[in-house]
């Protein structure tokens, strides 16, 4: 099988729609400002939760920056989330190098596109934002530390909606062996935990005291679990690839690995392929979803 990155984010668009909390959602809504808004998205993919945010007509006036650090990935946004538009009858402008115009009569989002580490973006110092979108992005990151330079992209009284934060939990069913299972999670688990850039495989549970010890306040919480299983032993849409995705990261995290033996590890692997064909496999991940606000008079 190819593994291609930007398909991987394609194909888990209907996962991440199930998995999204909906109280989170709503708080979101409840308190976005009104009027024209400015949206930084960090470790923003190809795009998938702005063609998201179209479709449910979440977004109305706005301006849109889209940034991330794989060329691949924003070049794939910039032809993809036309064709998004396109089929939500908007219309198409191109104002500028790396700039999108996506509006209609009741819509008017200013779409750009940069390519560029996080970190790198928030030292040119841009103006700030309304709304911080990070998606399934923090728990790959050094925290707490990076929470006050991504906060530093928001207004005073900003918003951070930040979504499927990984939290601990990886199931793989039908069990294939329990030790070994358990075993190849605990290491997958670690493999997050010490990567060179930082993670946290219980990043969702710990950003609740991370976010009050920069001085935001959480507005609302609650679990966003990719759950992920056939109907009828065909899985939905492009959810088949995902699976093979997921197992892949696997198979790059753990390959080697001086605590696994390296035969029953690809044997392991094989096995979860077929279940994928098959129709068997059901994977679950637990996640949380916070919506956050800063607090004008400590914000970072």
Known sequence: MEYSFPHYLLAKQSVDDRALNWHVYQTLLANLPAG?????????????????LLRWGTLSRAEYVL?????????YAADWLPRVALELHLHVEHPAPGQLRLWDASHDVLVTFQTADVFDFIHTRPAPADLLIAHAFLDLLPMPASLGELFSLLRPTGLGWLTINFDGVTSLEPTIDSALDQHIER????????RPTGGDSQAGRH???HIRSVGAEILAAGA????????????PLEEAYFLHFILHFFELSLRGHPDLDAAQFENWLAQRREQITRGELVYIAHQTDFLVKLNGSNSV
């Open 36 to 52: 024209p808004i400015r949206i930084i998205e960090v470790g923003a993919g190809i795009g998938s939760m702005l063609a998201r």
């Open 207 to 209: 950003l609740f005291s």
């Open 224 to 235: 966003s679990d990719w759950v992920v299983h056939a109907i009828a032993r065909r899985y």
């Open 187 to 194: 290491l997958y688990h670690h493999s997050m935990d010490t």
């Open 67 to 75: 940034v991330d650090e794989m060329d691949e990935n924003i070049q």
